[in-house]
């Protein structure tokens, strides 16, 4: 019975312990990359697809016959290099789909801040008709509510359980932004050790996620980091001619947000320039450059604020 078996640099089909037929791959470490990754995912490779006919199976080795690399002009160091070449594949593949989960990481822990503030202004309403003190904290207010008795009739009671119940959910969607903080942190320390240092962990996942990977993002220039997640104003000045944006995500970073208007727009160019080579640093060299950048952000900020 006729077989198949594929080797690192063909395809071949076996009959009565001989080669009748034969697909060689191209002599080239992409190409043979791009089949190794291919036979690692269960993808039937088209040199098979030619060669495969009715009744014939694939087999991954057999003892009947020795297929060597060599009698086909196929050397190690081919091999090597295709295997660097399917790592780097692999590497690239994983980041990417890391890059797609602190996204969703991210994009949760913004929704929770959103619950948060939906619940705790309708808790505090409702607390506001059993006490006057002004509480500020949310977790403060949960645990307030928890401790709550409002009286002895069947509706009080029932009011107190709602109360109660609301501010139980509260304290655990609290628990649970602290949670995502605490893997968002760890990710990007493990990821983008100097971009988080420069920017903070939460800014730099999502000026990641929204450059699409670490090296996408040490791609970019600094001008457009800087005005990296304000497409629709940066859109807006293109079509209407209304002024451009100075800065995207980066806003939200206490050195842009608290300056005075006027140098907010110095400041955030000075920030995406730092965050650019930090970018890079973590995506190429994996050199811890953060604390002299750092520095360097400290010594022109103070020029900046003041001139």
């Not at 304290?171 to 605490?182: F, G, P």
């Not at 842009?256 to 920030?271: F, Q, S, T, Y």
Request: aromatic share 8%; with cysteine; proline share 3%.
């Amino acid at each position: 019975m006729p077989y198949l078996i594929t080797k690192w640099f063909g395809v071949f089909l076996i009959d009565d312990g001989k080669i009748v037929d034969k697909k060689l791959f191209p002599k080239n470490a992409e190409e043979i990359a791009d089949r190794l990754y291919k036979m690692q995912k269960g993808i039937i490779l088209e040199e098979e697809k030619d060669l495969t006919k009715p009744g014939i199976k694939k087999i991954h080795e057999t003892k009947e016959i020795k297929i060597k690399a060599s009698d086909f002009g196929y050397d190690r160091n081919l091999l090597l290099k295709a295997c660097i070449k399917l790592a780097i594949r692999k590497i690239e593949e994983e980041q990417a789909e890391r890059t797609k989960r602190i996204s969703e990481a991210v994009d949760a822990h913004d929704d929770l801040i959103k619950i948060t503030n939906i619940l705790l202004e309708r808790l505090r309403g409702w607390y506001s008709y059993f006490s006057f003190e002004d509480i500020i904290e949310g977790k403060e207010l949960a645990e307030k509510l928890l401790k709550i008795e409002i009286g002895e009739g069947e509706l009080d009671k029932l009011e107190e359980k709602n109360l109660k119940n609301m501010a139980n959910i509260l304290q655990a969607i609290y628990k649970a932004r602290q949670d995502l903080e605490k893997y968002i942190r760890k990710v990007m320390e493990e990821m983008a050790p100097n971009v988080s240092k420069i920017i903070g962990y939460g800014i730099g996942a999502r000026l990641i996620a929204y450059a699409g990977g670490i090296e996408k993002l040490a791609m970019l220039p600094a001008g457009t980091i800087q005005v990296l997640g304000a497409e629709k104003a940066l859109f807006k000045h293109i079509k209407d001619g209304t002024p451009p944006p100075k800065h995207g995500i980066i806003f939200q970073h206490e050195l842009i947000n608290k300056a005075p208007k006027n140098k907010r727009g110095k400041i955030a160019r000075l920030l995406a320039t730092k965050i650019a080579i930090a970018a890079k640093a973590d995506a190429f060299t994996k050199k811890f450059i953060a604390d002299k950048l750092k520095k360097d952000i400290e010594k022109r900020y103070r020029e900046i604020m003041e001139k």
